[in-house]
């Protein structure tokens, strides 16, 4: 009877020494809140009544193989550029595109670019507010002096 009374003492330490590990989980996923704008848009340039489509998106790059620097891709703003807006100046209403002195166009020539966009409550539309110059370049670039202030409303698809 003792042999017994052992094995069950045995299986039962057995039985409650098998307890599945507990894995913590990783925190979860926190979505930044201008995430949501990420996509592509109709755009209505306000001046002159054209319409094209802009693209909102993240890059991020690698600076030593641990930190990341989050960015946001503008393709095609205004028609005419592609910005990468590092370490994103983000409030909780707008983005500002911040001041973009030298950026070249699609055909070379250079411009001072500034500005903001304006998001809606919905997230399904924003302002774009901005400054476009060529004061400092026109001369040297060959072209006609140019400059706009200039908002366009972007929708989403």
């Known amino acids: 009877m003792r042999i017994i009374e052992l094995i069950i003492l045995v299986f039962i330490m057995v039985f409650l020494s098998c307890k599945?590990?507990?894995?913590?989980?990783?925190?979860?996923?926190?979505?930044?809140?201008?995430?949501?704008?990420?996509?592509?848009?109709?755009?209505?340039?306000?001046?002159?009544?054209?319409?094209?489509?802009?693209?909102?998106?993240?890059?991020?790059?690698?600076?030593?193989?641990t930190y990341f620097e989050d960015s946001i891709l503008v393709e095609n703003f205004a028609n005419q550029f592609d910005l990468r807006i590092a370490n994103p100046n983000i409030w909780y209403s707008n983005l500002s595109i911040g001041v973009n002195f030298g950026i070249a166009d699609r055909d070379g020539n250079r411009w001072s670019l500034s500005g903001t966009h304006y998001w809606d409550e919905n997230k399904d539309s924003l302002f774009v507010y901005y400054t476009l110059s060529n004061i400092a370049f026109y001369a040297e670039d060959g072209v006609e002096f140019f400059e706009v202030i200039s908002t366009d409303l972007a929708v989403k698809k």
Request: no cysteine; hydrophobic share 30%; glycine share 6%.
């Open 20 to 65: 599945k590990e507990v894995v913590p989980s990783s925190p979860p996923y926190i979505e930044q809140w201008w995430e949501g704008y990420y996509g592509l848009y109709d755009v209505t340039d306000t001046l002159n009544d054209t319409v094209y489509e802009l693209r909102i998106s993240q890059i991020s790059r690698s600076f030593d193989g």
